[in-house]
């Protein structure tokens, strides 16, 4: 059975920072190119960036510069670091995998699902 768990999340300043962690079990993670997407208050679900089973990386254009995506293959868990964290960045961020394949920004490519951590951002 997958699970993905999610953790981290918080309230925080604007101009703060946070690290999401995901952890993975009952898959081979190193074959998952994994993806952080996040739904806020009344708005569809957005890509937020995404890495790799190769670690290739890419991010929205709204979270470049600010944020990072890593991964532990040893732990099988993969990271956000959110820095220079703004209002805007405020909503419930979930994680997912998909199997193989390139990092893709729509979210019915991923198979599997976190149940999502809150993150908010006090302006």
């Known amino acids: 059975q997958v699970q993905l768990v999610e953790s981290g999340g918080g309230l925080v300043q604007a101009g703060g920072s946070l690290r999401l962690s995901c952890a993975a079990s009952?898959?081979?993670?190193?074959?998952?190119?994994m993806g952080w997407f996040r739904q806020a208050p009344g708005k569809e679900q957005e890509f937020v960036a995404g890495i790799s089973w190769y670690s290739s990386t890419a991010y929205t254009d709204s979270v470049k510069g600010r944020f990072t995506i890593s991964r532990d293959n040893a732990k099988n868990t993969v990271y956000l670091q959110m820095n220079s964290l703004k209002s805007e960045d405020t909503a419930v961020y979930y994680c997912a995998a998909r199997q193989y394949g390139v990092v893709t920004t729509r979210k019915n490519d991923y198979i599997y699902w976190g149940q999502g951590t809150q993150v908010t951002v006090s302006s």
């Open positions: 009952g898959l081979t993670f190193s074959i998952y190119t």
